[in-house]
């Protein structure tokens, strides 16, 4: 039996087949590639989202996937997602916003906001889900596994981005703690992209640069040496492998996606 399961991963590597998976800001961006190449791969998926006409639509698309309301700044809307599910082997904690800014320019507000969206969420989100991740191993004979969205931005000091780089840091940071705290029941790892073509990164650009948008999108191709910006199905490929039977060593690591940026 074993030697058939080991020319069946050689045939299709990288199977989450009976897994079920949940990732956060799924409607869209990185988030909808990932639950897109999760699906694909043979999980079940759910596919939460703040915008639930969103998700819905999205959910709709993909094989074996269902949508679900979530607020993930909400503790209330977290504890009614967990409510709704027995089982869950893999969660990706993708949701997250930006912010434009030097220490002078980040305003408490603008602070406090970014550090509940990107920060505190993954806390809440995590803690609420983790005693059915912990659970995994007894349902799936596969370790429950968690894959962080952080950022090159938690790794090096980008111009303008105080708050960003504040808050990314901290996911990776939790990352490395919560793999030493779980060794041995539970696989925690986080990708770091670069630059991403998204609508992301589309806000951004249309918020903070609406006069010079395309002299700006420019500049975000040069600082990656690879001379382009990343593909949402870039990040969710490291997603699909990190979250797969052949990942199994892995955990408390840290994984960029840049193009270069950091190695530069």
Same mark, same amino acid.
């Given at each position: 039996?074993?030697? #058939?399961?080991?020319?069946? #991963?050689?045939?299709?590597?990288? &199977?989450?087949?009976?897994?079920?998976?949940?990732?956060?800001?799924?409607?869209?961006?990185?988030?909808?590639?990932?639950? &897109?190449?999760?699906?694909?791969? %043979?999980?079940?998926?759910?596919?939460?989202?703040?915008?639930?006409?969103?998700? +819905?639509?999205?959910? /709709?698309?993909?094989?074996?996937?269902?949508?679900?309301?979530?607020?993930?700044?909400?503790?209330?809307?977290? @504890?009614?997602?967990?409510?709704?599910?027995? &089982?869950?082997?893999?969660?990706?904690?993708?949701?997250?916003?930006?912010?434009?800014?030097?220490?002078? /320019?980040?305003?408490?507000?603008?602070?406090?906001?970014?550090?509940?969206?990107?920060?505190?969420?993954?806390? !809440?989100?995590? $803690?609420?889900?983790?005693?059915?991740? !912990?659970?995994?191993?007894?349902?799936?004979?596969?370790?429950?596994?968690?894959?962080?969205?952080?950022?090159?931005?938690?790794?090096?000091?980008?111009?303008? $981005?105080?708050?960003?780089?504040?808050?990314? %840091?901290?996911?990776?940071?939790?990352? $490395?703690?919560? /793999?030493?705290?779980?060794?041995?029941?539970?696989?925690?790892?986080?990708?770091?992209?670069?630059?991403? +073509?998204?609508?992301?990164? +589309?806000?951004?650009?249309?918020?903070?640069?609406?006069?010079?948008?395309? +002299?700006?999108? @420019?500049?975000?191709?040069?600082?990656?040496?690879? %001379?382009?910006?990343?593909?949402?199905? =870039?990040?969710? #490929?490291?997603?699909?492998?990190?979250?797969?039977? =052949? @990942?199994?060593?892995?955990?408390? #690591? !840290?994984?960029?996606?840049?193009?270069?940026?950091?190695?530069?």
């Amino acid at each position: 039996m074993k030697d #058939s399961q080991d020319s069946a #991963s050689l045939l299709h590597p990288f &199977r989450l087949d009976g897994c079920h998976a949940l990732v956060t800001g799924a409607a869209s961006g990185i988030g909808a590639a990932t639950a &897109r190449e999760l699906a694909s791969a %043979g999980a079940s998926v759910l596919v939460a989202d703040i915008n639930v006409t969103a998700a +819905e639509a999205f959910a /709709a698309t993909l094989p074996g996937a269902r949508p679900l309301h979530l607020d993930v700044t909400s503790r209330e809307s977290i @504890a009614a997602a967990v409510s709704r599910l027995t &089982r869950l082997d893999i969660l990706v904690n993708n949701a997250g916003i930006g912010h434009v800014g030097s220490i002078e /320019a980040t305003e408490p507000d603008d602070f406090d906001r970014l550090l509940d969206v990107n920060v505190r969420s993954v806390y !809440l989100v995590t $803690r609420a889900f983790l005693p059915l991740l !912990l659970a995994a191993q007894a349902e799936s004979g596969r370790t429950g596994c968690i894959v962080n969205i952080a950022s090159v931005a938690g790794l090096v000091g980008i111009k303008q $981005r105080f708050a960003y780089c504040t808050t990314k %840091g901290a996911v990776v940071a939790m990352t $490395r703690q919560i /793999a030493v705290e779980y060794p041995k029941t539970l696989r925690v790892n986080a990708v770091c992209p670069g630059t991403v +073509e998204t609508p992301f990164v +589309e806000g951004y650009l249309e918020k903070f640069h609406k006069h010079n948008k395309e +002299e700006v999108r @420019a500049e975000l191709r040069a600082r990656q040496p690879i %001379g382009r910006l990343g593909q949402p199905e =870039e990040i969710a #490929s490291m997603v699909r492998y990190l979250a797969s039977s =052949e @990942a199994a060593f892995i955990t408390g #690591s !840290l994984f960029t996606i840049d193009g270069g940026w950091t190695a530069a």
